[in-house]
């Protein structure tokens, strides 16, 4: 699919941007790879290391519709990473945070189809099912946009989805690193904020790998969730450094205690396959058929029980303390 394709990375310095240039640059031959982002400093470090004769890097916001029109021309994949993802900045920049992750979806998307882009998928959260804090609104509304794209698409060929996931090991912000320098500074405790906090978990390679066999399963207007496992945060702390006490920080603001990545009130809307999730539009296309039990690559689903969520909870697989260090060192590969 990607083969002598042109795939543009909204976002795309970020930890997911650089995974997914890597997997690209190993498996197949694309035409070009388009880092889409406004920081040039982390633009120039990924140049280093990112430097094959197929590599683009444009400098630009995704707040700015006329700069993506124009770095979107001739691109036939876009994955949309962009976004202000800190929980607490959110709260206290409310506005900003639209701006980026709201205003800055509509904009992809109207760049993609005044480009005729044939599949656009936009990275999601957790955070954005049964939202309490702004981030997972701005992301929930995003999700909505993406979804709606399908149809006012009009007799454009773009199709658009969306890939959900939780709690990304190792990458910039997650709990991993912090751990990981109170360690190295020989702190004398790591602070958990809450002693029955639950996340799911997922390696960086495993959530690029998700959103690439997507492209070649996707119809336009999924939500796809993959089936991965939960860890607690006191089993976190203490596969990482057995012998560090930890002390009670409290919650964030606008954090939760659990995730859920299938609210209770969709379970009418969504079908398990053998891997993954799949939330369906609640919105009818007017262009082509709402069943979406058969994928692109006829992989088939069922229906979930009414009341089915899958909540970091209730999750039926969590991972042991030596399986949580095992996940650890591959997501450090």
């Known amino acids: 699919m990607f083969n002598n394709s042109t795939i543009l990375i909204t976002g795309g310095t970020g930890s997911f941007g650089k995974k997914y240039v890597k997997t690209l640059l190993e498996r197949y031959k694309p035409k070009k790879i388009i880092i889409f982002s406004r920081d040039e ?16 890097y444009f400098i630009g916001d995704v707040r700015d519709k006329e700069r993506l029109i124009r770095a979107m021309r001739g691109v036939d994949y876009v994955i949309h990473a962009a976004a202000l993802k800190q ?3 959110a709260e206290y920049n409310p506005m900003e945070c639209i701006k980026t992750n709201i205003n800055g979806a509509e904009n992809v998307i109207e760049a993609a189809l005044d480009n005729n882009v044939k599949k656009v998928i936009a990275l999601s959260t957790d955070k954005a099912a049964n939202p309490v804090n702004l981030y ?22 773009t199709t658009f989805s969306v890939v959900r996931y939780g709690n ?29 906090m639950t996340r799911f978990w997922i390696t960086l390679q495993q959530g690029v ?60 809307n969504t079908y398990e396959f053998y891997d993954h999730y799949v939330i369906a539009p609640a919105i009818k296309f007017s262009s082509r058929s709402n ?4 994928n692109a690559l006829s992989e088939k689903g069922k229906l979930v029980p009414e009341g089915f969520e899958y909540n970091s909870f209730t999750n039926e697989k969590f991972l042991t303390i030596e399986e949580i260090k095992e996940f650890n060192k591959q997501a450090a590969l």
Request: hydrophobic residues 40%; proline residues 8%.
């Open 41 to 56: 400093l982390k633009q120039f470090e990924m140049q280093q290391e990112y430097n094959a004769p197929c590599m683009r």
């Open 87 to 89: 929980v607490p900045a």
């Open 136 to 157: 997972g609104a701005t992301k929930l509304a995003s999700d909505k946009l993406f979804v709606a794209a399908n149809n006012i698409a009009g007799g454009h060929e």
């Open 168 to 196: 990304v090991v190792c990458s910039r912000g997650s709990v991993v690193p912090i751990f990981q320098k109170l360690i190295s500074q020989n702190d004398q405790f790591l602070p958990i904020t809450h002693p029955d």
């Open 209 to 268: 790998d998700f959103v690439l066999k997507n492209f070649e399963r996707m119809l336009g207007g999924e939500i796809f969730i993959p089936k991965i496992p939960s860890i607690r945060i006191t089993d976190l702390a203490q596969a990482m450094a057995p012998n560090l006490p930890h002390k009670i920080i409290g919650i964030r603001p606008g954090e939760k205690l659990h995730e859920v990545m299938c609210p209770t009130d969709l379970s009418f």
């Open 291 to 294: 069943d979406f039990t058969i």
